[in-house]
């Protein structure tokens, strides 16, 4: 199956723009030969106002596009962008200064220029384009400019050092060959970008000059025409062509500040890795006492005998109501941090896990105990954390709480404690759930909103925000109170945001339990079955086998969402076998047929029987000579026409059986069973795979399909 271009977004479209973007290279060339002709050929008015109103949006976009990026480096085309839009802006001032000169006349955007933004006077013209000339030079280029050799020098010196991290992570094996690669790559490209940058800024000073100096120009050169050429008078030619030489000094220093202004927005975002904005954002709210204080002061001024009080008064409320937000924020995030949350359904103790501020700041802590990870971790965006604060009717921790006591109930696992906390760095109403430290799930909610999930492909269509479910990727929509009985009754699923969240929790626990499982878990339930049935461990545990053996024989039962709460008749199967083989995966196979009954209730028809896809016999045989064992483990070797042939059959059956409403199952040979579950996992993730040994005798099997032998 094909893999989409996500580097290129118009990659493998056609028609319309992207038929155009791939020609990129010609457009670029088109460009600036256009640029070298318009500084000898004529242009019309009209192309210049629309060449002039170009070179606005350009600057803009650029802006915008750097507001936006995640990482400075990335917009490596940027100084040579830089070079080619100063080279059009000044290909404009030629343009414009010939029509000035010639017939005293340049188009409507730099007579509004001229007459609309200073009103015609073109003295207050002459100080405003001054102004915004020394902002421009003084300010903000040489700012930048300087920022950018710095950080220049910096990269440079950093790159053996960075280098040398990037080798030294590479002998150890926490990255291989190919994120080594990358890596440097990506050294390399921040080194040139910033060397670049260095220079590029060079082109935003000189423009800046070039444009007093064209002015000025553009000024003695049309007074002198208008006197000697045109028999105007002094204030006439004054007038008319000083006006229109202020005009187009302002609409082509406008855009050049606003280039030079993005160009020192991209040098100066050092460790901004998200939007601009956002980070902006959350770092001036994040210290509600710095806003409480500033509203103080501007009460000051808002009562200040001589001051406007009506400015400084709107502003001190705002502030105020501000500071009290995220004061009441603050407080909900202690409280949903240090919350305890009870362990699952017996031991009733806290939550192992306070606030982190609390708990790493705290007198005599050991260093020690900054090295634990926690198992499973939930981080809460900003917009989500009432959702486990009690004193908003937040059951957040509740629901947490019940999903680890019905796991218990239902897979006989103890899930740890799990931590919440929240995350500014993700979006507001973003969630995550991470595995010792990891991210293995995320998702959005809507709070205050109802998820209306179209389980029966129903006709109506609701008004809402339309979305995903995040557990089985179900279309799906957020809909308000009002809008929930017409989803109930178009038989709609609706659930509230924090359903949504807890129904992911419990599917995502459902699919890493086995990597959930700890050694330290399994000797907790040895223990506790040690209570009830000590013979059964005592003969195991460690006669036979030591813990981390039984941990494997649990965790490839969990893979495959098998129940282990039935764990002394587990550990009965195993320990027949255990005097033959120590391999977990041969025992857990062992185990699997003690718990036949409750493999194929799943399966059953309302008859009792089971209808499932088969193999071909000579297929069997073909699939089991691939089998290869070691004392540890049971892997599947085929031969790749093999493996496309079962691949392809499997999958047409697949679509059958899901097509009539039922659930998909493969039975075999017990000798390849786990290896060709293993074997076509990835490609089928939640296929499930059973062997004739682990179906009752009683239980009458029906063959749904068969996947024929190739040969």
Known sequence: MAIPNITNPVAGKSGGLAKYLRQGDLWLILGLFGTVMLLVVPVPPIFLDLFLAISIALSLLILLVILYLEDASDFTGFPTLLLCITLFRLALNVASTRLILLDGYAGHIIEAFGNFVVRGNYVVGLVIFLILVLINFIVITK??????????????????????????????????????????????????????????????????????????????GGFAIGIVQKGMTVSESLQRFTLLSIGDGLVSQIPALIVSMAAGMLVTRAASKNSLGAELGKQLLFYPRALQILTGMLLVFAIMPGLPMLPFLVLAVVSGYAAKEMKKRG????????????????????????????????????????????????????????????????????????????????MGVVIPPIRLRDNLQIGANEYRFLLKGQVIAQGNLMPGYWLAMNATNSKVTLRGIPTVEPVFQLPATWITDVERKSAESACYTVVDAPSVMVTHLSETIRRNAHEILSRQDVQILLDNLKQTHPTVVNELIPA???????QRVLQNLLAEGISIRNLSGILEKVSDHASVTKNPDELSEHARRALGVQLVKPFQSETGQ??????????????????????????????????????????????????????????????????????????????????????????????????????
């Open 143 to 220: 700012g930048a400019g300087r920022i950018a050799e710095v950080a220049a020098r910096f990269t440079l010196d950093a790159m053996p050092g960075k280098q040398m991290a990037i080798d030294a992570e590479l002998s150890a094996g926490v990255i291989n060959d190919e994120q080594a690669r990358t890596r440097r790559r990506k050294v390399e490209q921040e080194a040139d970008f910033y060397g670049a940058m260095d220079g590029a800024s060079k082109f935003v000073r000189g423009d800046a000059i070039a444009a007093v100096l064209i002015t000025l120009i553009n000024i003695l």
């Open 331 to 410: 407080s909900i995030t202690k409280a949903a941090t240090a919350t305890t949350t009870s362990a699952a359904g017996t031991d009733g103790k806290p939550f192992a896990g306070a606030a982190a501020t609390s708990a790493a700041g705290s007198a005599g802590e050991k260093i020690e105990s900054l090295l634990s990870v926690d198992a499973l971790q939930i981080e809460l965006g900003y917009g989500l954390v009432n959702l486990a604060d009690t004193r908003k009717n937040g059951d957040l921790l509740e629901r947490v709480t019940g999903v680890r006591r019905t796991f218990a109930t239902e």
């Open 544 to 550: 036979q086998l030591n813990v981390g053996q039984v």
């Open 610 to 711: 089971i209808r499932a896809i088969t193999l071909d016999p000579k297929l069997e045989q073909q699939i089991a000579q691939g089998v290869r064992q070691s004392t540890t483990e049971i892997a599947l070797l085929l031969d790749p026409k093999l493996a496309q042939h079962v691949m392809n059959a499997l999958s047409r059956h697949i679509q059958k059986l899901l097509a009539d409403g039922q659930q998909p199952l493969v039975l075999c040979a017990p000798q390849i069973r786990l290896a060709f579950r293993r074997f076509f996992e990835s490609t089928f993730a939640d296929l499930n795979v059973l062997s004739y040994a682990e179906v009752p005798a009683r239980i009458e099997i029906q063959s749904a399909a068969m996947v024929q032998s190739p040969e």
